[in-house]
């Protein structure tokens, strides 16, 4: 899927998918018990425009690496198929797809996988040695996280391709386990892309 987690509101830092190379990973204190809250979000890969396009060129260039070959993204109602490039910060793509128009686009301008999502849910598992994903709550706000049952999955529900969603994790560690970088809990986000209709 073209959606990822991220540990800022600011998306500037993804949180990584399948390995633990940038896990979103904190320090607890396992002699006396340690518990911990983090808001976490959700949204489409992004990023900006970084010079004015016309409605005819097909070549653009991205502020930042993303997307892949194949792919649909958006960029003001505009839908583009990402012909080549894709990894890379300069893709060509087939303008105006899906029924939509060619359009000129600023500079800076945000574009967005083009996908909506529906019945997103978000579920703690735990690979690595023991099943520690009991260890996690999840919850839409910090405040739910009081009666949220351990290790139970989340419902996120439907993402439109520009929102941000956001979520609380809590990891509960228990006494007289060792003091411990926790970092082998994955949060799996299941659901259903859709094309932007
Ligand atoms: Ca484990």
Redesign the pocket.
């Known amino acids: 899927m073209a959606i990822h987690l991220y540990l800022d509101a600011a998306l500037t830092q993804q949180i990584s998918e399948g390995d633990f190379s940038r896990p979103e990973a904190e320090s607890y204190n396992g002699t006396d018990g340690d518990i911990k809250d983090r808001q976490l979000y959700v949204a489409n890969e992004q990023t900006g425009l970084v010079s004015a396009i016309d409605a005819a060129q097909t070549s653009i260039a991205l502020a930042e690496p993303r997307f892949a070959d194949g792919e649909l993204i958006i960029i003001d109602g505009e839908q583009m198929l990402v012909e080549s490039g894709g990894g890379t910060a300069n893709l060509t793509v087939q303008r105006g797809v899906a029924n939509t128009v060619p359009a000129a686009h600023d500079v800076g301008t945000t574009i967005y996988s083009g996908y909506d999502y529906t019945g997103l849910v978000l579920d703690p598992i ?1 690979e ?5 994903a009991v260890w996690y709550r999840l919850a839409l706000t910090q405040a739910g996280l009081d009666t949220a049952t351990q290790g139970a999955p989340l419902n996120l529900g439907d993402k439109a391709f520009p929102q941000t969603l956001s979520f609380w994790r809590r990891c509960t560690v228990l006494p007289g386990t060792p003091v411990q970088n926790k970092l ?1 809990i994955k949060l799996r986000l299941t659901g259903t892309e859709n094309p932007i209709l």
């Open positions: 735990d690595t040695g023991t099943d520690e082998d």
